[in-house]
């Protein structure tokens, strides 16, 4: 059942709070994160710590990201309404509900079938309709939805992903967690059809993105 009381607001308007006061995403991220129930992201034992900024289990040995990292890799990806972004690593579908709630048309891909049956179910019950997910392995990206405004990897990548890199439009973003062991949080900017541009905004932690799909 949804549940989103005055308790859980209160705890979100909190959280929103010490987001701003770390400096981490933006005024629109906020107010869309302010928007988003969490707490039913998470599986309900957790469901008291759904608005501390900490990142949590989410089953099949994955992570809901920490809300501080969702909101600046929601800041870095520079969305504009109507814009079609693509996400790989839906996980918990947390993530793609804050895009969701920045007014893009979502297109997200996550590998482990277990968390993909579980999260669309959980999307359609909250009334995400521009959110449309995938089974599959994001390293492959979407050819046929392609090309992207914007392109938001969730998992920690090795190397760069080439073929996600040929379905971003020129003058599109990526932002993709980069590094083997340790890793970068990075941005890139498509110039032109052969020319892009690399920026780096900090250490970050993330799960590893694997190529292949898991099946229950
Ligand atoms: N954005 C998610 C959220 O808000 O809950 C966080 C996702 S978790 C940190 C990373 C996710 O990426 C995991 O669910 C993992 O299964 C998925 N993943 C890893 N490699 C992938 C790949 N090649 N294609 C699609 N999903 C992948």
């Not at 701003?20 to 599986?43: D, S, T, Y």
């Not at 482990?112 to 599959?136: E, H, M, N, V, W």
Request: glycine share 10%.
């Amino acid at each position: 059942m949804i549940q989103d009381d005055f308790r859980q607001q209160g705890l979100r308007a909190r959280l929103v709070q010490e987001l701003r006061r770390k400096g981490a995403g933006n005024e629109r991220v906020w107010e869309a994160m302010q928007r988003v129930p969490r707490h039913l992201f998470l599986e309900r034992s957790f469901g008291q710590f759904a608005y501390k900024d900490v990142a949590f289990p989410i089953g099949a040995g994955q992570t809901i990201s920490q809300p501080s990292t969702v909101a600046r890799q929601s800041a870095l990806l520079s969305t504009r309404e109507g814009q079609r972004i693509l996400e790989v690593g839906t996980g918990s579908g947390y993530q793609s509900a804050v895009l969701a709630e920045l007014g893009v048309e979502l297109f997200s891909i996550e590998r482990q079938s277990a968390l993909y049956t579980s999260t669309r179910q959980l999307l359609q019950q909250l009334g995400y309709k521009s959110i449309k997910l995938f089974l599959g392995d994001g390293y492959e990206g979407l050819p046929q939805e392609a090309p992207f405004d914007g392109i938001l990897v969730t998992a920690g990548a090795a190397a760069l992903p080439q073929e996600l890199l040929r379905q971003l439009k020129v003058g599109g973003l990526m932002v993709v967690p980069l590094g083997a062991k340790v890793q970068t949080m990075t941005r890139i900017r498509r110039l032109s059809e052969t020319d892009f541009e690399q920026e780096a905004y900090g250490e970050c932690a993330f799960v590893p993105m694997l190529g292949g799909i898991v099946r229950q």
